[in-house]
């Protein structure tokens, strides 16, 4: 009882590969065509200098991307700078102009379009 006992205690601590099925799907196939053939990825351990040059080529795409994200966002600060500033002026020659000015441009305008209408 003892033999059989160690016998079926712990199964092999390798891993087992059990065979599964798949679904299958079939279908008419032109004359001319050509099955894409599945290669089996062999993961091997890249070099030191393959993973030094792909590293590099990231971040080389960074910085091209960082690169164009600050021109862009200079670009819309600068064109939001100039409409405040044009809207600043504009403002405050408004408000520096004299009010009796104001007041002749104001009527002039007004019987200008009083006498259209």
Known sequence: MGAQEGEHAAPPAEKTHQKTSKEVF????????????????EETEETEEERKRRKEEKKSKKKKKYKKYRKNVRKALCFSWRCLMAGLQSMASTYSTPLSAMATVVTETQRATGSKA
């Open 26 to 41: 079939f279908s008419v196939l032109p004359d001319k065509y050509e099955p894409l053939i599945e290669e089996v990825e």
